[in-house]
């Protein structure tokens, strides 16, 4: 029997879940957490095999769970079960540790067989995850971003507006278009949020400069 814990900042969700692995014999549910913060904590206290982690969650995120379970050593494998499949979503997961990654619209069966699956230690990913990794892997090595362009992106990682950039960096607010611009392109996103986690993930810039 497989053991579980699930955490979701939506108690409908956790409900929904519960009661889907209690009906099967195969799982066994220990707890349930509303936040990273709760994860952490109940997956020191549990240890699960396998813990189903939602990403945008309230105060402490899936990512930053997924990472201090890692560094804490604790030995259940993490799959990630959330709406979102963008780029810099799927990496910061995978890079923090999660086993798998599977969307909340995977039918039952799929679901099942992705805990099994990555209870044993087997990486688990949805099939439009799968083909968005792919095309990182064959996509030519990004450019480099420049020192200005990276100036601009911390600076707008901390919540500065275009024109407060500009006046920080002495340029021009249409320069500081034209760079973010810039940075998009070479980060395959495109807009101003997606730009900056995907370059936290990347090792760009350093997640303490977010608000």
Same mark, same amino acid.
């Given at each position: 029997?497989?053991? %579980?814990?699930?955490?979701?900042?939506?108690?409908?969700?956790?409900?929904?879940?519960?009661?889907?692995?209690?009906?099967?014999?195969?799982?066994?549910?220990?707890?349930?957490?509303?936040?990273?913060?709760? =994860?952490?904590?109940?997956?020191?206290?549990?240890?699960?095999?396998?813990? %189903?982690?939602?990403?945008?969650?309230?105060?402490?995120?899936? !990512?930053?769970?997924?990472?201090?379970?890692?560094?804490?050593? !604790?030995?259940?494998?993490?799959?990630?079960?959330?709406? *979102?499949?963008?780029?810099?979503?799927?990496?910061?997961?995978?890079?923090?540790?999660?086993?798998? *990654?599977?969307?909340?619209?995977?039918?039952?069966?799929? %679901?099942?067989?992705?805990?099994?699956?990555?209870?044993?230690?087997?990486?688990?990913?949805?099939?439009?995850?799968?083909?968005?990794?792919?095309?990182?892997?064959?996509?030519?090595? =990004?450019?480099?971003?420049?020192?200005?362009?990276?100036?601009?992106?911390?600076?707008?990682?901390?919540?500065?507006?275009?024109?407060? =950039?500009?006046?920080?960096?002495?340029?021009?607010?249409?320069? !500081?278009?034209?760079?973010?611009?810039?940075? *998009?392109?070479?980060?395959?996103?495109?807009?101003?949020?997606?730009?900056?986690?995907?370059?936290?993930?990347?090792? *760009?810039?350093?997640?303490?400069?977010?608000?």
């Amino acid at each position: 029997m497989i053991s %579980l814990l699930i955490v979701d900042d939506h108690p409908v969700v956790r409900d929904g879940l519960r009661g889907m692995f209690s009906a099967d014999p195969r799982f066994t549910v220990l707890g349930e957490a509303a936040d990273g913060a709760e =994860a952490i904590a109940a997956g020191a206290a549990l240890r699960p095999d396998v813990i %189903l982690m939602d990403l945008r969650m309230p105060n402490t995120d899936g !990512v930053t769970a997924i990472k201090e379970l890692t560094e804490r050593g !604790v030995p259940a494998r993490v799959l990630v079960l959330t709406t *979102y499949d963008t780029d810099a979503d799927v990496l910061a997961a995978i890079e923090a540790g999660a086993t798998g *990654y599977l969307l909340k619209d995977a039918p039952r069966e799929e %679901l099942f067989r992705a805990v099994e699956a990555a209870a044993r230690g087997e990486a688990i990913l949805a099939p439009t995850v799968a083909t968005r990794l792919m095309g990182q892997i064959r996509r030519p090595a =990004a450019e480099p971003l420049s020192q200005r362009e990276l100036e601009v992106l911390e600076l707008i990682a901390r919540g500065s507006t275009n024109r407060e =950039a500009a006046r920080q960096l002495f340029i021009s607010e249409a320069t !500081v278009k034209t760079h973010l611009l810039h940075v *998009y392109s070479k980060l395959g996103v495109n807009d101003r949020t997606s730009a900056v986690t995907t370059a936290i993930a990347r090792g *760009y810039i350093s997640p303490s400069v977010e608000n």
